[in-house]
């Protein structure tokens, strides 16, 4: 089979590769509809999971069964279906502990494109199948349901980590899509205020017709002066990040209240330290929390998010800008993520 693949580091390119094998419990998908993701970029052009030779790419699709394992119970060929990014082992240790995206040790729950040929082949091979994947329902379009592969699970996630709770103020840094359904989450569990950092105008745009209620531009100067002074020197009760780099803790840090959460699902694809700084972190007794975690996975879970697509609870229509046809656009579509042109949120190719 066809597929494209990260060749080595720096290096992409179209590969042929031997169709995958489906065991007794898993399933065979052929790609429906696909998108590129930050994610693949940190992967093949900052290394930031080691060098991978000839790995096909992508963790985002969806996709129609082409075949199913025996003892595959709800799923048969033809059946159209949501793909989560993130494809625990149920019978884990880790999944029984609660950890199921940690399945098999951390961040193995992460399998496409992390050590096992990922969605943007001809076909693609998805373990655990009554488990990992989730009916598409019929009123949902597909190019928006490979939304809920990765960037609303992720982005969600990011204000579950947060614990943002009813009235809070939360700042959101970074308003890429994972940002956005970040700023999304916190309004969904009932934010107040929200301040959104990005500077690109479709993002703020974005952000505003999904809660956000201030836009901090980094462009126009210091981010914690801007946060300050629109929060009247309090700061803020909540915090996620789902953008920046390692440096980017410590101004959060800074703008964070006494008691305060950061959750963050920011993929940090390069730096070596996280850098909190020691006064403004309560000389390590300021209660001010930081959790980061990968985006649970499974079938549950994207049964539960597709259902605030179909009830109107949630519209990801905002974040597809960029709109393909055809299997020979997926490189056009990573190079776009790659130099995320102004006008960019999110591409989305449909096979």
Request: net charge negative.
């Amino acid at each position: 089979m066809k597929g494209f693949a990260m060749l080595s580091l720096n290096q992409i390119g179209w590969i042929e590769k031997e169709k995958p094998q489906c065991g007794p419990l898993d399933a065979l998908l052929r790609p429906i509809a696909v998108s590129p993701c930050t994610s693949d970029v940190h992967t093949v052009w900052e290394g930031a999971l080691g060098d991978r030779h000839d790995m096909i790419l992508g963790h985002e699709a969806v996709g129609e069964v082409t075949e199913v394992g025996a003892l595959v119970r709800d799923f048969k060929p033809g059946d159209k279906v949501i793909v989560p990014a993130i494809t625990p082992d149920w019978n884990s240790l880790e999944a029984q502990a609660g950890f199921s995206m940690h399945s098999g040790g951390m961040l193995a729950g992460w399998k496409f494109s992390n050590f096992k040929d990922g969605v943007f082949g001809e076909f693609f091979h998805v373990n655990d199948a009554d488990g990992n994947l989730a009916h598409l329902p019929p009123a949902i379009d597909p190019a928006e349901a490979v939304m809920l592969s990765d960037m609303v699970p992720t982005g969600l996630h990011g204000s579950e980590l947060a614990d943002v709770q009813y009235g809070d103020s939360v700042l959101v840094v970074g308003i890429g899509p994972v940002g956005l359904m970040g700023v999304a989450g916190a309004a969904l569990r009932g934010a107040g205020e929200i301040f959104a950092v990005g500077s690109r105008p479709v993002c703020a745009e974005a952000a505003r017709s999904y809660g956000a209620t201030d836009i901090i531009n980094y462009r126009d100067g210091d981010i914690v002066s801007q946060v300050m002074d629109k929060t009247r020197g309090k700061g803020v009760d909540k915090a996620i990040i789902a953008g920046g780099d390692v440096d980017t803790f410590a101004e959060v840090i800074r703008v964070l209240k006494p008691g305060g959460r950061i959750g963050n699902v920011n993929y940090l694809g390069s730096g070596d330290y996280v850098k909190i700084p020691r006064v403004e972190w309560g000389c390590g007794m300021g209660h001010k929390t930081v959790a980061g975690g990968l985006m649970p996975g499974g079938r549950l879970r994207m049964e539960k998010l597709a259902s605030l697509l179909v009830t109107g609870r949630l519209n990801v229509a905002p974040l597809l800008t960029h709109r393909f046809q055809g299997f020979e656009h997926i490189e056009k579509a990573l190079l776009m993520m790659k130099d995320k042109p102004r006008d960019l949120i999110k591409p989305v190719v449909v096979l």
